[in-house]
Nanobody, 117 residues
Framework: QVQLVESGGGLVQPGGSLRLSCAASGSISSLYIMGWYRQAPGKQRELVGSITSGSITNYRDSVKGRFTISRDNAKNTVYLQMNSLKPEDTAVYYC???????????WGQGTQVTVSS
């Protein structure tokens, strides 16, 4: 069982930056692909990006070059650095842990990110 707790959301002006953190209660080393998702009002949840245990990352096109995912397996923490934020990045951001070769899939409670002037 893995519990995920996100933090770091808030209100930021367009062009600003935020760093989200996702702290896991259990070990997320080696067996888990960690992902960040977001859901804007009235829209479906979408994958922002993911990172493997070997730190291979993948991003949706709209955030490439602006967002960076990293992980610290020793601290059981995953980060989402968001730069050059745009109003369309406004959403609730969720952390996800998916165990490879398993149906185990865990979600955090979400953290609100609002980009507005």
């Amino acid at each position: 069982q893995v519990q995920l707790v996100e933090s770091g959301g808030g209100l930021v002006q367009p062009g600003g930056s935020l760093r989200l953190s996702c702290a896991a209660s259990g070990s997320i080393s080696s067996l888990y692909i960690m992902g960040w998702y977001r859901q804007a009002p009235g829209k479906q949840r979408e994958l922002v990006g993911s990172i493997t245990s070997g730190s291979i990352t993948n991003y949706r096109d709209s955030v490439k070059g602006r967002f960076t995912i990293s992980r610290d397996n020793a601290k059981n923490t995953v980060y989402l650095q968001m730069n050059s934020l745009k109003p369309e990045d406004t959403a609730v951001y969720y952390c996800n842990a998916r165990k490879v070769f398993s149906s185990d899939n865990y979600w955090g409670q979400g953290t609100q990110v609002t980009v507005s002037s």
